[in-house]
C-alpha cells in the first residue's frame, strides 16, 4: 500500500504569499525524504532532502521539516513566484533499501497566481 | 550543471512489439534507477542496478523488462513485448555512490503503445 500521501491535492496562492505543502508518511523505518517539483512534460526536479537525524532544513527560499512523531513532512515556499507552480512531490526511502528506492506520494499541484 | 540525459523523448509502438529505452547518467554516478509514472499518477520505482548487476526490482518489473549498462556511459530499459498498460513517462535516474544520496532524474520517455 501507498506510505506517502499529501493532505491536500491542490493548492492555489497568490504571488508573493508563502505557501506550505504538506506529506504524510506511515513507515517509521523510513530515514531520508526528498521534496521534487515536476513541471509539466519535464521529470522531478530536486528541490531540497532531509535526514531522518533532522527537524529541518532550508534552502533558497524553501524550507523542509520533519515531524517523525507524527510522521508529518512539509514544504514551506517563501515569497511564492509563478515560476513556483508544479506539481510538488514528497518522497521517502525506507531505511533497508540498499540503493534507496523512493516511494512517491500522488503530488500537489501548486498553482501561483499574479 | 550535469544531468540525466534520456532518449527517444517520445515513443509511440504497436503493442506486442520491442522498445528499448536510453538513458546517460550523469557521469561521476553509479547507482541508476528506472521509474515510471502513468498519466495522473504518482511515480513508481521499477528497478535499481549497481555495479553491473539489479538491486531492486518492484513487482512491476516482470520478465518483459529488463536493464543493461552496454557501455560506460548509456543505462537502458528494454520492454521485451509491450502491452497498452505500459503506456507512460519512464524515468531514469541517477546518484553517487554512498549512503543516503539524492537521486537526480532525467525528463523522461513519454511511450504510448497502441
Known amino acids: 500500500g501507498e506510505s506517502v500521501g499529501l493532505h491536500l491535492p491542490t493548492l492555489s496562492v497568490q504571488e508573493g504569499d508563502n505557501s506550505i505543502i504538506n506529506c504524510a508518511y506511515s513507515n517509521s523505518a523510513s530515514d531520508y525524504f526528498i521534496w521534487y517539483k515536476q513541471e509539466s512534460g519535464k521529470g522531478p526536479q530536486f528541490i531540497i532532502d532531509i535526514r531522518s537525524n533532522m527537524d529541518k532544513r532550508q534552502g533558497q527560499r524553501v524550507t523542509v521539516l520533519l515531524n517523525k512523531t507524527v510522521k508529518h513532512l512539509s514544504l514551506q515556499i517563501a515569497a511564492t513566484q509563478p515560476g513556483d507552480s508544479a506539481v510538488y512531490f514528497c518522497?521517502?526511502?525506507?531505511?533497508?533499501?540498499?540503493?534507496?528506492?523512493?516511494?512517491f506520494g500522488r503530488g500537489t499541484q501548486l498553482t501561483v497566481w499574479p | 550543471e550535469p544531468e540525466v540525459t534520456q532518449t527517444p523523448s517520445h515513443q509511440v509502438t504497436q503493442m506486442g512489439q520491442e522498445v528499448i529505452l536510453r538513458c546517460v547518467p550523469i557521469s561521476n554516478h553509479l547507482y541508476f534507477y528506472w521509474y515510471r509514472q502513468i498519466l495522473g499518477q504518482k511515480v513508481e520505482f521499477l528497478v535499481s542496478f549497481y555495479n553491473n548487476e539489479i538491486s531492486e526490482k518492484s513487482e512491476i518489473f516482470d520478465d518483459q523488462f529488463s536493464v543493461e549498462r552496454p557501455d560506460g556511459s548509456n543505462f537502458t530499459l528494454k520492454i521485451r513485448s509491450t502491452k497498452l498498460e505500459d503506456s507512460a513517462m519512464y524515468f531514469c535516474?541517477?546518484?553517487?555512490?554512498?549512503?543516503?544520496?539524492?537521486?537526480?532524474f532525467g525528463p523522461g520517455t513519454r511511450l504510448l503503445v497502441l
Open positions: 535516474a541517477s546518484r553517487v555512490e554512498g549512503g543516503k544520496e539524492t537521486q537526480y
Open positions: 518522497a521517502e526511502n525506507m531505511g533497508g533499501s540498499t540503493l534507496g528506492r523512493l516511494y
